[in-house]
């Protein structure tokens, strides 16, 4: 099937051009510049959202928010095209077998295209040398949801050793401690920190950029846009808790100079019967209005649309080494359509994931119109039209997989 996205803004991290696109066969065949004058809507690739929580298979079945479709379907609305899937699930994905089970949730549910994390349990160090195709392997050194917390710093080590890409959970001092191992051993694996949230994890990062291309971080939205005067009941509490002004305004900076690689949802869909709670449950959905979010910030702030590509989306593609980020031609046309006319408070919006609940109700951001994967349009006017189509897992290069 072939089809035009016709007089929009094209804009990628090489790009910042006015035009058409043409898509062939699901991929991009035709990059055709022209002047647009005065352009509404952006044409971006999507993004990639390399951490988020569908919690597909549920801890509890009863009070379940979300699984694959309507995560997915979140996402989709968000201009989101890929996502990763945490492995604390119910069981947590500690092996080959379990990985393979969820496998198959998300290979029937997921309208975006996936990736799945493989946990670190402490114990599993043959299970883990032994698996590939995974963005890579997640380390709970503080901790959260889930009975997933690896404290012993033997255990860092040994895993370490392994060569994989370890995606980190390790907040403040745990962090400083963890990348101090990590530095003694002679940076032995890529070290991915998420959900930078401290000031103090900042310069850690910016410093050790200065002596390895090992180590990257992501940032959640909560982070960039609260702190914890905003905290009322439940539903801003989450792992890590939010920082005051300065950890916000030095994740900021850090994005800014590029300490911070890229944006991630860290999306966790809790039932609202669990954040109404005098012992809340830890997390905020994020899948489907971070990209928006960020990019009104973004443009607020005066800074350049090609940087935003990269943190949205480029970025964590090369980290993880999947072929994604990109408005080129052979590109797969997995883009998300912005028009910058229709401006609305979230709150105006419909909520594609299960749990019902936003922290952002009374942002305005730029509404996303179309997102497409491999050029199957599975959102537009405000509605899912995947139909029966499910997107696949991504492929990674060996690189990220160790
Ligand atoms: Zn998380």
Redesign the pocket.
């Known amino acids: 099937m072939n089809f035009k996205i016709e007089n929009v803004r094209i804009v990628d991290a090489s790009q910042d051009t006015t035009g058409s696109v043409v898509i062939s066969d699901g991929k991009i065949s035709e990059i055709r510049e022209f002047s647009v004058p005065f352009p509404t809507k952006i044409l971006i690739p999507g993004a990639v959202d390399p ?1 988020v ?1 569908f919690r597909d298979p549920p801890d509890d079945l009863e009070t379940a928010a979300e699984d694959f479709f309507s995560g997915s379907s979140a996402a989709a609305a968000g201009g989101v095209t890929t996502i990763f899937e ?1 492995p604390n699930t119910n069981p947590p994905v500690f092996s080959a077998e379990i990985l393979s089970q969820k496998h198959a949730i998300a290979a029937q549910k997921s309208i975006v295209r996936w990736g799945l994390f493989f946990g670190a349990s402490g114990e599993n160090l043959s299970e883990i040398s032994k698996i590939s195709s995974v963005p890579g392997v997640k380390l709970y050194a503080n901790d959260t949801t889930g009975k997933l917390l690896v404290a012993q710093e033997s255990a860092w080590r040994e895993l370490f050793q392994l060569g994989k890409k370890i995606v980190v959970h390790a907040e403040g001092e745990t962090f400083l401690r963890l990348a101090e191992i990590w530095k003694s051993e002679n940076f032995p694996c890529a070290l991915h920190l ?2 930078t949230a401290r000031a103090i994890e900042v310069s850690k990062i910016r410093e050790l950029k200065t002596k390895t291309s090992q180590i990257s971080a992501e940032v959640a939205p909560h982070h960039l846009f609260f702190t914890e005067s905003d905290v009322d009941g439940g539903w801003l509490r989450m792992k890590p808790e939010l920082g005051i002004e300065s950890d916000r305004d030095a994740l900021w900076d850090g994005i800014f100079d590029g300490t911070i690689d890229f944006l991630a949802s ?1 999306h ?1 869909p809790h039932p609202i019967s669990k954040k109404n709670s005098k012992t809340p449950a830890f997390g905020v959905p994020g899948a489907q209005f971070s990209l928006p979010l960020i990019l009104s910030e973004w443009l607020r702030r005066g800074w350049d649309l090609r940087r935003f590509v990269e943190f949205t989306s480029l970025r964590a593609a090369e980290l993880f080494g999947i072929s994604r980020g990109k408005i080129s031609v052979g590109a797969d046309a997995d883009l998300a359509l912005i028009d910058f006319e229709n401006q609305k408070k979230i709150s105006e919006l419909q909520n594609f994931s299960r749990c019902g609940w936003t922290s952002y109700s009374n942002f305005k951001i730029p509404v996303v119109e179309k997102t497409w994967i491999g050029g199957v349009c599975v959102f537009q006017n405000q509605k899912i039209v995947a139909g029966d189509f499910r997107a696949g897992e991504e492929i990674f290069s060996e690189k990220s997989s160790g």
């Open positions: 951490h929580h945490m998420a959900h860290d966790a």
